[in-house]
């Protein structure tokens, strides 16, 4: 690839994680709004409106800070970080807008309007995970920009190194999401390694493995992240 690719792959990865700064940014700006309202649960009657805490907005912004110093630093392992923080956001922003719309403080199938803070938590949703696709492009021009390895055609064939904790951030992924972008990061990154070293390298079913339970897991996040988002209910 032409000597230039390297600077175009970090520029894809620092555009992905501003837009997971931006999206942390409105998360931030949530809680300073009413999510939604409906009719409240008997005995009370009449309207409840939910919000959130405060104290989200001040981690929110602890979190969109740390992921501009992955946008300013060119350093990978902090872009892959700034990767981690930006899911958790999309996460947070996902699990806050549908906990909001099925409160037990509103009757059973109320009818839930959202109001600004819930526009922009599916905003900061949205922008998060468009982040995340833009950062893995990124990482995915980065290996293959890899220079040629200098593996010896000779004895003990060697693990890429990322293949491991491919499967292992994968894996934890399914649990724990915040590691699934990770996943895939460190899967293409293994993918592009053993590309480097003319199939010297072993762990390509490791790597495949985290990058496909990775994409599984971001998948599955897009898909109830966004449907809950607008269709989530109280008792439903």
């Given at each position: 690839?032409?000597?230039?690719?390297?600077?175009?792959?970090?520029?894809t990865?620092?555009a992905?994680?501003?837009?997971?700064?931006?999206?942390?940014?409105?998360?931030?700006?949530?809680p300073?709004?009413?999510?939604?309202?409906?009719?409240?649960?008997?005995?009370?009657?009449?309207?409840?409106?939910?919000?959130?805490?405060?104290?989200?907005s001040?981690?929110a912004?602890?979190?969109?800070?740390?992921?501009?110093?992955?946008?300013?630093?060119e350093?990978l392992w902090?872009?892959?970080?700034?990767?981690?923080?930006?899911t958790?956001?999309?996460?947070?922003?996902?699990?806050?807008?549908?906990?909001a719309?099925?409160s037990?403080s509103?009757?059973?199938?109320a009818?839930?309007?959202?109001?600004?803070?819930?526009?922009?938590?599916?905003?900061?949703?949205w922008?998060a995970l468009?982040?995340?696709?833009?950062?893995?492009?990124?990482v995915?021009?980065?290996?293959?920009?890899?220079?040629?390895?200098?593996?010896?055609?000779?004895?003990?064939q060697q693990?890429?190194?990322t293949?491991?904790?491919?499967a292992?951030?994968g894996?934890?992924?399914?649990?724990?999401?915040?590691?699934?972008?990770?996943?895939?990061?460190?899967?293409?990154?293994a993918l592009?390694?053993?590309?480097?070293?003319?199939?010297?390298l072993?762990?390509?079913?490791?790597?495949?493995a985290?990058i496909?339970?990775g994409?599984?897991?971001?998948?599955?996040?897009a898909?109830?992240?966004?449907?809950?988002?607008?269709?989530?209910?109280?008792?439903?």
């Amino acid at each position: 690839m032409p000597d230039a690719s390297l600077p175009r792959a970090i520029a894809t990865i620092r555009a992905g994680l501003g837009l997971g700064a931006l999206a942390a940014a409105l998360l931030a700006l949530a809680p300073l709004f009413d999510i939604a309202d409906g009719p409240a649960a008997p005995p009370r009657g009449g309207t409840f409106t939910a919000g959130i805490g405060i104290s989200v907005s001040a981690i929110a912004f602890t979190a969109c800070l740390a992921i501009v110093v992955g946008v300013v630093r060119e350093i990978l392992w902090i872009h892959l970080l700034g990767l981690v923080l930006v899911t958790g956001v999309a996460l947070v922003a996902g699990l806050l807008v549908i906990v909001a719309r099925t409160s037990d403080s509103f009757a059973d199938g109320a009818d839930v309007t959202l109001h600004g803070g819930g526009f922009l938590l599916i905003g900061s949703f949205w922008i998060a995970l468009a982040g995340i696709v833009v950062a893995l492009v990124g990482v995915r021009m980065v290996a293959i920009a890899a220079p040629p390895g200098t593996i010896p055609r000779t004895g003990p064939q060697q693990r890429a190194r990322t293949a491991p904790l491919a499967a292992m951030l994968g894996t934890v992924g399914v649990v724990i999401v915040i590691t699934s972008a990770l996943a895939v990061a460190y899967g293409v990154l293994a993918l592009g390694d053993i590309r480097a070293s003319g199939e010297r390298l072993t762990g390509r079913g490791m790597a495949v493995a985290g990058i496909a339970l990775g994409i599984l897991v971001l998948s599955l996040l897009a898909a109830i992240g966004g449907v809950g988002a607008w269709v989530a209910s109280p008792g439903g």
